[in-house]
Structure formats: C-alpha cells, structure tokens
C-alpha cells in the first residue's frame, strides 16, 4: 500500500542567515550563460538558443549570502511517499528537493544523500546545497527556490495513490509551476510530474532542469543511450566530441599546470576525468530519454521521462585538488557525488522560447535499475546503453510513463488539495496588479502566505503609495517589470511616493531594466531628500561599473560610516581595494564591529591590502590560520592567487629581487598551497 506521510527530519545544518537587502544590480550571471561555442563542431541550429534569453541577474529575489558554517542538529519538515518498493523523502522547505529514494528491496540509497545542510556560493542567489534532486526552474545558474520553501498539498489520484504536490510562482519569468509525486500501491518507479504556466499572455523564456546527485565511485558507470556530447571543462569552448572515450590534449584544460601530453578517458567513468566538466548528451529523436548510474554489479539509478524533457547532462567536480575540496566543503570528508541531469533543452546554455498562456507538461520515473554486469560494464559502448535500455522497457515500459502522465493531467489539473505548507506571497501580489490577466493555472496560493515583505507592494497597488520606512531600516523586499516601473513613476509623479524610498525603489527598477543615467538620477533624488546607506550604495555600484572607482570608494565609505551592515561593509572594502585604496581598507577595518571583521570576505580583502602595503607577515598569520572563505564562487581562485602572490614576495625578499610575474608562475609550478585555500577548478 502506498501512503504519503508528513514527518521531521533532522540532520546537522548551518545557519542560511538573513536575506541580504542590497539588490543586484551586478547582473550575476551563471558561467554556463556566456560560453564560447565551437563553430566547428556545433551547427548554427544547435546553436540557435545558446545564449539566448539571458536575464539582467536576480532581482526581484535577494541574494542568500549570509550563512555560516556552523552545524548544529535542525529538524526540517519533511514529506514521505512509500510503499513496499521505495521509500521517497522530499524536503519541501529546500525548494520540494528529493532528498533521499530507498530500494526496500536491497536497502540502499538510490541517491547521494548530503548527510548535512551546508549552503555554499554556487547559485545565482548565492546560496545552493548538494545532496538528492534539485528543481531547477526559471534561469540558468539554479532555481531562486533552491533553499527557500514551496507550498505544499496532498491530494489523490482517483485510484486513491497518494500525491505530494508543490508548487510556487517564478517572479523573473512569470512562471507558475508545480511538481507532482506519485507511488502507486506495486510501483517500483516514482513517477514526478512537472507542469509549468505562463502566467501571462506575454512571450517569455523558460528552462528546467532536473539534477539528480549520484554517490561517486570507481564502480559506478554513467550510461546514457547517446554517442555524442557537447562538452565544457571550466576554461575554453564548448565542443561536440564522441563518447565515450574521449582523447584531449592537456592543453585544453585550461590553465591546468599538473597534467601534460595526451589524455585518454571513459567520461562514463566519473573518477578517470581530470577535471570540472559538464557533458551534456546528445539523444537522438525518437529514442527513449533515460539516464543511469550503474555499479560492477549492473545495478544502480536511472531516470526517465516523457520526450518533452530531451535533454540529459552529466557533471562531475573531476579529480584535481580544487573539486575534491569542494566536494568536502558542500558535504563532509567521504561524501563525493557527481550529477546526472535532465533539461527541457539540450544544453545548458539555452533557455526556450515560451508563448504567453502556453502550459508546458511532462512526466519523469526514477528508480532502480538491474542489467547485465558484463555488458553494462564492457568496452562495447552500444552493448551497455542497449542493456540498459531493454531492461529499463522492461522494469519501466515507456508506455507507463506516458500513461501516468496522462492520467495525472486529467485527474489532477483544475484540483487543489489538502494544504500543508505555505510559501512566497509574490504570486497573489501580481494577481492583485494584473487581475484576471495573471493566470494562476487553477493553484491555490492562500493569503496566510503574505508577509512584511509583500504588504508594501499590496499598498501601492491598492492606495497608490509606496509606504516609506526609516533610511536605516533594511529595504525588505523588491520589484521589477514594465507594470511596477509605470506604477511607481505614476505614485511618485502624483506625490504619493515622492520620498526617498520612492526614488530609491524606482532607481532599483530603472537600473534592472539597464536605464542607468536614469536610474542614477533616481538614487541622486532618494539621497536629496534622505541621505541613506541603500541609495548610496546603489549609486556607488553605477559608478563603479561606469569605472568610476574613486567616486565609488567615497559612496561607500559614506554608507558604511552611516550603518556598518555586513553586506555593505563587504562590498565597500572590496571595492576600496579594487580602486587602489590600500591603505584605507585597512583603516575601515579597523573601524569594523569585532562580528565584521571575522567575515571570510573581509579578511581575505585585507590580506590584499596588507600585500599591497608590504606587510606580509601579518598577512601570512591571516591566510595560515583558519581562515575561512564561506561564499567562495565556482571558479573563484583568489585565495590560491593571494597565497602564491604571498610566497612569491617572501621568495623576493629572501633573494633580494623585486617580485614580477615570472616569479609568480615559477612558485606556482614549485609550491602547493594549503588544501584549504584550494578552490581551483582546473
């Protein structure tokens, strides 16, 4: 019998901290948005949605930067599926994540279950954990709900199969989708559907992937019926090449000083692959879409879907120093994964063109999968994936697949059911602007789930007023689009908003849309009427990406004068040293509360800037000790960068030589930094 059960589930878990009030108006961007492609092996058609649809970074969402890695024991509420066969745990506050799926006919874990709650800074919102199957909706570089709560219902099909539904609305592209989870009473599947509305009947961009973490072993194989692949490996472009067995030259892992000469691998053999790479498949129409991880054994995982979601993928962090340190930083010593994925494109570097009103549909299985060890695990490439496949129509049939989804299309579209959990209140924000033009696709979003953070918009939208806070207060919350641009201009014109926070917003929503003499304009009259931190800060940023570093550097040390906050302190000493102000970001830390000063981001600033004053000794004491960089970015060396940088001047004293780059590239082929400052990719 299958039954879905609402329990706690605890495991040790950072704090994720505060929602950071400073608006992006960077752009953050996901490395996969910008890649060079190859023109020689990717056909304009390939290539025709690559790149296309970028984003102007994250707002309307606040960055998730302000965690710790503290762990203590925290019971997150969780929802269980189970019947004889499986045994699937979703974490609905952790954006509805699978978190764990058990074969209780062999007792183990089907999925890399993250024995912690780690937050690290690998998502366009900052914050972004490992461990299970990740929903990934909206825009390149991870779903904004990855570590926030969904609302959650239990309903049935009309058999009585018990369903978890979750589900949320996507402010950047307007997207209301749901994820639906299914166990039927004899299933050794979990059948999940996905369905995704357009809220409006303007055109906008959509993109999903799945991203299924597989405990990483030198057993297990990743087989996918595909015997091509678009290839990235974190530096240079991406190629389609044969898989696979793949032969590279050493050269093209870009800036890889350990590794020369010719490279032979089996990208299905996760633990032979040198470094950081994605693989995203190619599957030939009209095969069945599946991915899989098998053992020695010809036993594993495998996922599969209806052909709407074509595309599958394959991550690994691969074997240098800098991914292995990485696995132990999202996790625990012991805990490596890698990732199988699948996406409704091929790649991703692509989001898909969505008509307004349109409603986009699939159905995915996973579970266990048992083929032939000889074949599955030979050098017969064919062999395996046919293996694979025919046991999979057998466990499986692709018919099923596409019955479930019928089936959970007609008796579950149109319904709601029991809620058990609330999440964001933006949807019934933009219902409330739009009307009956804002298409909810027949989801219940209760009003018990509108907060301090939505009522300020509500208030505009119904008295014509933007409520004006103290210029210390953090701004809670943010809006963007075309709707929220006129209607502020409209309340401040009217006098209405005319205030400092009025402008202030409007600057926001002005900057977002790339009006920046306008924007500046804005924040210039919120600063006119009410100096604050906020529009000081944001001014600064305009004028720091204009190259106006000196002017910056002034905003910012005006900001933090005003309110020592944490984001702010971070962003002032960062851009102070970019601007040369060596010195001077020394003597704002100094001024720091004790709490700022211990921020990772903040002593690794200073350690620049003691560099650059000369004083490495102190700077030695800070980079040696338990430093700790908390939100370092995929990619980011700069803690490798700042030692070698160190130990080449302490090279230079001890000879009497000035320090050039020569010098540096020579430590860098002599010297291996300490593990905990190697973050590097490749």
């Known amino acids: 019998m299958s039954i879905l059960s609402f329990i706690d589930y605890e495991m040790p878990s950072a704090s994720l901290g505060r929602l950071n009030p400073l608006p992006d108006l960077r752009k953050t961007a996901d490395k996969h948005a910008s890649i060079p492609i190859d023109e020689e092996t990717v056909t304009p058609e390939e290539a025709r949605y690559m790149g296309w649809g970028r984003v102007n970074g994250i707002l309307p969402y606040l960055l998730q930067d302000n965690y710790n890695r503290i762990k203590r024991p925290r019971k997150w509420k969780a929802a269980v599926l189970e019947n004889d066969y499986l045994r699937a745990t979703f974490l609905p506050e952790l954006g509805g994540r699978l978190w764990s799926l058990i074969d209780k006919t062999t007792g183990k874990e089907l999925l890399h279950r993250n024995p912690v709650f780690q937050p690290c800074n690998l998502a366009l919102r900052n914050a972004w954990i490992s461990g299970g199957v990740e929903w990934n909706i909206g825009i390149i570089g991870h779903s904004p709900f990855t570590v926030d709560s969904m609302f959650t219902e239990e309903l049935t099909l009309e058999d009585g199969t018990p369903v978890l539904r979750m589900y949320e609305y996507e402010r950047v592209r307007g997207l209301v989708f749901r994820i639906e989870a299914m166990l039927t009473d004899d299933s050794r ?123 599958r993928k394959l991550f690994v962090w691969g074997m240098g120093a800098g991914g292995r340190n990485w696995q132990t930083f999202l996790s625990l010593p012991g805990h490596a994964y890698f990732e199988i994925q699948a996406g409704l494109a091929r790649t991703q570097l692509e989001h898909l063109p969505m008509k307004g009103g349109e409603v986009i549909s699939w159905m995915e299985a996973y579970g266990p999968i048992a083929a032939d060890p000889d074949l599955v695990q030979g050098k017969d490439w064919n062999a395996a994936t046919a293996a694979v496949d025919g046991a999979l129509e057998k466990a499986c049939p692709r018919e099923k697949v596409e019955f479930m989804h019928q089936k959970a299309k007609e008796e579950l579209d149109q319904r709601t059911g029991k809620l058990r959990r609330i999440g964001s209140g933006w949807a019934l924000v933009q219902k409330e602007l739009l009307g009956d033009s804002f298409n909810d696709g027949g989801l219940r979003f209760s009003k018990r789930s509108l907060g ?13 007023a933007l409520p004006c806070p103290d210029v210390l207060e953090e701004p809670l919350s943010y809006q963007i689009g075309e709707e929220w641009e006129q209607l502020l201009a409209d309340s401040i014109r009217q006098g209405k908003s005319d205030h400092w ?148 001047m302490k090279r230079a004293a001890e000879i009497g030589s000035a320090v050039d780059d020569a010098l540096i590239e020579q430590v860098k082929k002599e010297c291996k930094p300490p593990a905990h400052l190697d973050f590097r990719m490749r």
């Open 189 to 311: 599947y979990l059948y999940v559907r996905v369905r995704i509305d357009n809220s409006t009947e303007k055109d906008t961009a959509v993109y999903w992937w799945s991203n299924i973490a597989i405990d990483e072993r030198e057993n297990v194989r990743v087989i996918v019926p595909s015997d091509k692949s678009y290839r990235w490996g974190y530096g240079g472009n991406l190629r389609k090449i044969p898989i696979p067995y793949v032969t590279v030259e050493a050269s093209q892992l870009r800036r890889n000083t350990e590794l020369t000469g010719t490279l032979h691998f089996d990208i299905s053999r996760t633990t032979q692959i040198p470094q950081a790479m994605d693989f995203f498949f190619y599957i030939p129409d009209g095969q069945r879409r599946w991915i899989s991880a098998v053992n020695d054994e010809g036993y594993g995982f495998i996922q599969t879907s209806t052909d709407r979601l074509q595309g």
């Open 452 to 464: 301090r953070r939505e009522e300020p918009w509500l208030q505009l939208i119904r008295t014509g």
């Open 501 to 648: 926070y009025g402008h202030y917003q409007y600057g926001v929503i002005l900057a977002y849309r790339g009006k920046m003499e306008e924007a500046e304009a804005a924040f210039d009259k919120s600063i006119r009427l009410a100096a604050s931190p906020w529009a000081l800060r944001c001014k600064a940023v305009l004028r720091e990406m204009a190259e106006d570093s000196e002017s910056a550097a002034e905003l910012y040390n005006q900001a933090v004068s005003m309110l020592p906050q944490r984001n702010l302190a971070i962003e002032a000493v960062r851009t102070m040293q970019k601007a040369g102000k060596s010195q001077e970001v020394i003597d704002m830390y100094e001024k720091l509360p004790q709490r700022i000063k211990n921020i990772g981001r903040i002593r690794v600033t200073l350690v620049e800037a003691l560099l650059d004053m000369g004083d490495i000794n102190r700077a030695e004491r800070i980079l040696n000790g338990n430093i700790q960089l908390t939100d370092v970015r995929e990619g980011e060396v700069k803690l490798t960068d700042l030692w070698f940088r160190m130990t080449a």
